[in-house]
């Protein structure tokens, strides 16, 4: 089991930026990857960015070029931030790690980019 924990979540206006958090239980060479998903009200959960076990990251193309994923290994922690935010950009935003063919998820931190 892997539990994950983010933070970091609000309100911003647009051309601003915010740092997410997600904190996993285990350590981030166990999981197969970790990733940033999003989704807004009515539209499916999409995929953000993630970073793999050896630390390659990519991202959607709708993001690339504002969004930054990385991680801290020593704190099992991956980060996502996010520059030049849009308002296009509001969405619940998910952590998600992938542990042994399982899937995980956090709970989900709002973010909201005011025009």
């Not at 740092?19 to 953000?48: D, H, T």
């Not at 969405?91 to 899937?103: E, P």
């Amino acid at each position: 089991q892997v539990q994950l924990v983010e933070s970091g979540g609000g309100l911003v206006q647009a051309g601003g930026s915010l740092r997410l958090s997600c904190a996993a239980s285990r350590s981030i060479f166990s999981l197969s990857a970790m990733g940033w998903y999003r989704q807004s009200p009515g539209k499916q959960r999409e995929l953000v960015a993630r970073i793999i076990n050896s630390g390659i990251p990519n991202y959607a193309d709708s993001v690339k070029g504002r969004f930054t994923i990385s991680r801290d290994t020593a704190r099992n922690t991956v980060y996502l931030q996010m520059n030049s935010l849009e308002p296009e950009d509001t969405a619940v935003y998910y952590c998600n790690a992938r542990y042994v063919g399982d899937i995980y998820w956090g709970q989900g931190t709002q973010v909201t980019v005011s025009s």
